[in-house]
């Protein structure tokens, strides 16, 4: 009876260990399917925003450049009321020019590696202050340390996607982004005086969900806490790569 009894115990642990194994495999497998969806639906919306500035710059771009060019070709206007009228038109397409050519550049994957993620940044928020969107300010602590390129433009992504919700929900004047590096971690916080979020997990809209999921592709994290005055924190760690 007693080697009975403890033939049914060993069943039932070597039954458990192997239960237990094919319940973890079967998570890491769909850990893994996740993934390497994630991945796939990153790269195509790269893909789709590198076609949209491609079109933004060779089309629209080309069509504003020549409708200046014709314009500056036409005989100046006998009145001054005319002669401003034209100064101005072509003045005002040079702006949608440069904005034009500085949002392609933004969209462009390419663009971003051949900058690197300090200098994307650092255009960005020109960018936001030349537009009169918000008043942003970007400041870069400890030393900087070159990321992968991969790494580097889901990390804009991200960065970039903070800084639409801030535009368009947060009723925000100010924005303040920081880059600390440090021995092994970038920490980057983004601060704004707005009207701060909901920030339970199932608040998230779609951007934000965006943004937890490429985090999760580069094993960092991020928190979005309301600060006690007003406005939002939003503090973002990225292991920065092994040196050797």
Same mark, same amino acid.
């Given at each position: 009876?007693?080697?009975?009894?403890?033939?049914?115990?060993?069943?039932?642990?070597?039954?458990?260990?192997? *239960?237990?194994?094919?319940?973890?495999?079967?998570?890491?497998?769909?850990?893994?399917?996740?993934?390497?969806?994630?991945?796939?639906?990153?790269?195509?919306?790269?893909?789709?925003?590198?076609?949209?500035?491609?079109?933004?710059?060779?089309?629209? !771009?080309?069509?504003?450049?020549?409708?200046?060019?014709?314009?500056?070709? #036409?005989?100046?206007?006998?009145?001054?009321?005319?002669?401003?009228?034209?100064?101005?038109?072509?003045?005002?397409?040079?702006?949608? #020019?440069?904005?034009? *050519?500085?949002?392609?550049?933004?969209?462009?994957?390419?663009?971003? !590696?051949?900058?690197?993620?300090?200098?994307?940044?650092?255009?960005?928020?020109?960018?936001?202050? *030349?537009?009169?969107?918000?008043? @942003? *300010?970007?400041?870069?602590?400890?030393?900087?340390?070159?990321?992968?390129?991969?790494?580097?433009?889901?990390?804009?992504?991200?960065?970039?996607?903070?800084?639409?919700?801030?535009?368009?929900?947060?009723? @925000?004047?100010?924005?303040?982004?920081?880059?600390?590096?440090?021995?092994?971690?970038?920490?980057?916080?983004?601060?704004?005086?707005?009207?701060?979020?909901?920030?339970?997990?199932?608040?998230?809209?779609? !951007?934000?969900?965006?943004?937890?999921?490429?985090?999760? #592709?580069?094993?960092?994290?991020?928190?979005?806490?309301?600060?006690?005055?007003?406005?939002?924190?939003?503090?973002?760690?990225?292991?920065?790569?092994?040196?050797?």
């Amino acid at each position: 009876m007693l080697i009975l009894v403890s033939m049914v115990f060993m069943l039932f642990i070597v039954f458990n260990r192997k *239960r237990i194994k094919f319940i973890l495999e079967k998570q890491e497998t769909q850990r893994q399917a996740e993934f390497e969806f994630a991945k796939i639906r990153i790269e195509n919306q790269e893909h789709l925003l590198k076609n949209i500035s491609w079109e933004l710059h060779d089309n629209i !771009g080309q069509l504003l450049s020549v409708s200046k060019m014709q314009l500056s070709m #036409l005989p100046q206007p006998d009145t001054e009321t005319d002669k401003k009228i034209l100064n101005d038109t072509m003045e005002l397409i040079s702006k949608v #020019l440069d904005d034009i *050519r500085s949002l392609s550049r933004s969209l462009n994957t390419e663009s971003i !590696g051949f900058m690197g993620l300090l200098t994307a940044t650092k255009f960005e928020i020109d960018r936001l202050n *030349r537009l009169k969107f918000i008043n @942003a *300010r970007f400041n870069i602590t400890g030393t900087p340390v070159k990321l992968h390129n991969s790494d580097e433009i889901i990390l804009f992504r991200i960065i970039q996607e903070l800084m639409s919700n801030v535009i368009k929900h947060a009723k @925000a004047s100010n924005f303040d982004l920081v880059f600390s590096f440090g021995n092994d971690e970038l920490i980057i916080t983004a601060s704004d005086n707005g009207v701060g979020m909901k920030t339970k997990t199932e608040n998230y809209g779609l !951007g934000l969900k965006n943004i937890v999921s490429r985090i999760k #592709l580069l094993n960092g994290s991020i928190n979005f806490e309301n600060k006690e005055k007003r406005g939002l924190l939003t503090t973002i760690k990225y292991p920065l790569p092994l040196t050797s």
